[in-house]
């Protein structure tokens, strides 16, 4: 079984809808990440939680909220979803910085249209 | 501001032959880490190598090795004896310590790789 699961793995949504996107991991690291692709744009970091009680915006959260249910969860929502948010969104884990060196771990990744 | 440059947006390589991928950055930090990930036609992001910005030996992980440049601010990725397999696109990206309060793991946009048979 996959250590960063992403569920849906496509999903295909109408402007101003809500829609959730859902992380989980079996890898036990405490941090966690939402980004998304755009072609051309390399990935973007929109928000990262560093354990349950932590939530930090990144790069480009507007538009974007997420939740932390519990270590292994960690939930991005649009919460009126736009055709500009058409986009290949991952999750990522990492541990604590060991040694200088965080290496994050991709899930699959979510492909979301929004028409 | 932190930033990650990588200026060929694709290379072509015989199979066999090495590849050099071009990866600057611009930091002020004294502490960072580089790290290079490859991403196949199936879209799933695959860590490959990491160098950390005191680390005095180049990083190397089988046919991969990043060549580290710190007064150039380069961090090239060589891919010796290049396989099929190896086509993908290809990402560099930086993690920025923590001094000035802020975290950052940002990504260069990208090189897509095409091994030739």
């Known amino acids: 079984d996959a250590d960063v699961t992403q569920t849906p793995r496509n999903r295909i949504t109408k ?3 809500r829609i959730m996107l859902e992380c989980s991991q079996t890898k036990g690291h405490d941090r966690m990440y939402w980004y998304r692709q755009d072609p051309g744009l390399g990935l973007r970091l929109i928000y990262y939680s560093f354990d349950v009680k932590d939530i930090n915006k990144g790069e480009i959260s507007d538009g974007y909220s997420v939740s932390r249910q519990a270590q292994a969860k960690f939930s991005l929502s649009l919460e009126s979803a736009i055709p500009n948010q058409t986009a290949l969104y991952f999750c990522a884990t990492s541990d604590r910085e060991t040694a200088g060196q965080e290496t994050q771990y991709f899930g699959p990744g979510t492909r979301l249209l929004v028409l | 501001a932190q930033k990650i440059t990588q200026t060929q947006p694709g290379m072509f390589v015989q199979e066999k ?23 196949p ?23 991969y090795s990043l060549n580290f440049q710190k007064a150039r601010k380069s961090a090239n990725l060589v891919i010796s004896a290049s396989q099929l397999g190896d086509s993908a696109m290809y ?13 950052k793991y940002i990504f260069g946009t990208g090189t897509r790789l095409k091994v030739l048979a």
């Open chain 1, 15 to 17: 402007t101003g809808k």
């Open chain 2, 17 to 39: 032959e090495a590849v050099t991928l071009d990866c600057t950055y611009d930091t002020s930090d004294q502490s960072y880490g580089l790290f290079w990930y490859k991403q």
């Open chain 2, 41 to 63: 036609s199936s879209g799933e992001m695959i860590f490959l190598i990491y160098q950390g910005s005191y680390d005095e030996q180049n990083a190397t992980e089988g046919r």
């Open chain 2, 91 to 103: 990402f560099c990206a930086m993690r920025g310590f923590f001094t000035s309060g802020t975290y």
